[in-house]
């Protein structure tokens, strides 16, 4: 189901409204500065190459109400987060809104449908939580992206995410360290948006086919991962670190952190790939899975200041 000319149609479109949209947010003043202890940019960068994301998968798609209403509302939502920051309780009720209709659109209700609400939620927030540093937001999604879109259950699904992945490449060569635009929050939404919906979509499938639904797991666990080593510090009231900065810390380099960092992407989608083929496959790639999160959590003592 994966598109390469939409693909190219998107990388394009994303390409080259990139810059244009860093020029707004330099004019109106929407952007990181590197004081902001919070994020990893070391210099002021724009925000809004989210919106030239949103706008090559958009425009390169054909038109589906719920979709692109969903989408454009978690862009909404982040944008008017960038420009002046929003309640978390308004964030998380759009969310929880937006989480309802897809999981409704694809899965129905039924005894899992908190579940499955809960799950879209988190990965939405866990892809703007990884947004902090230079390229890696960007170089996850797309090799998540590429894993979903092998598995989704409609056509339309699969060209939703070959249209992200050619966006988000459009975007990362301008992102790629030292960054020179950031996604921001509508980005980080929007990405999180597409995503889920791959999610959902080869949730589909349904019992019928238990190896594709934990190889859609495994592909994009590594989100789940950052936001849980980053959830886990604040539960010991300690401030927030995720696995990017834990190996920041090792290198002290943002393009060997990224080039690590993709690394152990590439390794969870080969794990992923091999997932779906059947039942042992899945249960053994989970186990796998399982050792490389415990490994990397020791190694890199992500409880530890």
């Known amino acids: 189901m994966f598109s390469p000319i939409l693909m190219i149609v998107s990388l394009i479109i994303s390409a080259l409204t990139v810059p244009i949209f860093g020029k707004i ?3 109106y003043n929407i952007v990181d500065k590197p004081d902001d202890k919070s994020k990893e940019y070391e210099k002021t960068t724009p925000y809004l190459g989210g919106l030239a994301i949103y706008l090559a998968v958009i425009v390169s798609t054909p038109f589906e109400i719920i979709t692109k209403f969903s989408l454009t509302l978690l862009t909404i939502i982040g944008l008017i987060d960038d420009v002046k920051k929003i309640k978390l309780s308004l964030k998380l009720a759009i969310e929880l809104f937006v989480a309802s209709i897809l999981t409704y659109k694809y899965i129905g209700l039924n005894w899992f449908f908190p579940l499955y609400i809960f799950l879209v939620v988190i990965l939405i927030n866990s892809v703007k939580m990884m947004d902090e540093m230079d390229g890696v937001c960007a170089s996850v999604s797309i090799i998540s992206a590429i894993g979903l879109s092998i598995l989704v259950s409609s056509r339309y699904d699969g060209m939703l995410l070959s249209a992200l992945i050619g966006a988000v490449f459009g975007y990362f060569i301008y992102n790629f360290p030292p960054a020179r635009i950031s996604m921001g929050s509508s980005g980080g939404y929007f990405v999180g948006g597409v995503l889920s919906i791959g999610l959902l979509s080869t949730m589909r499938h349904g019992s019928s086919n238990i190896p594709y639904l934990i190889s859609a797991f495994i592909f994009i666990s590594l989100f789940y991962f950052n936001f849980l080593s980053g959830l886990s510090r604040s539960i010991l009231n300690k401030k927030p670190i995720y696995l990017y900065n834990k190996i ?49 959590g020791k190694l890199l003592n992500i409880l530890k200041y």
């Not at 380099?253 to 091999?274: A, P």
């Open 248 to 296: 920041y810390e090792k290198f002290n380099d943002k393009r060997k952190t990224l080039y690590m960092v993709v690394s152990i992407q590439l390794l969870v989608f080969l794990l992923g790939y091999f997932s779906k083929t059947n039942v042992i496959a899945s249960i053994s790639a989970l186990i796998i899975l399982l050792v490389i999160y415990l490994a990397l």
């Open 25 to 27: 947010a330099y004019k």
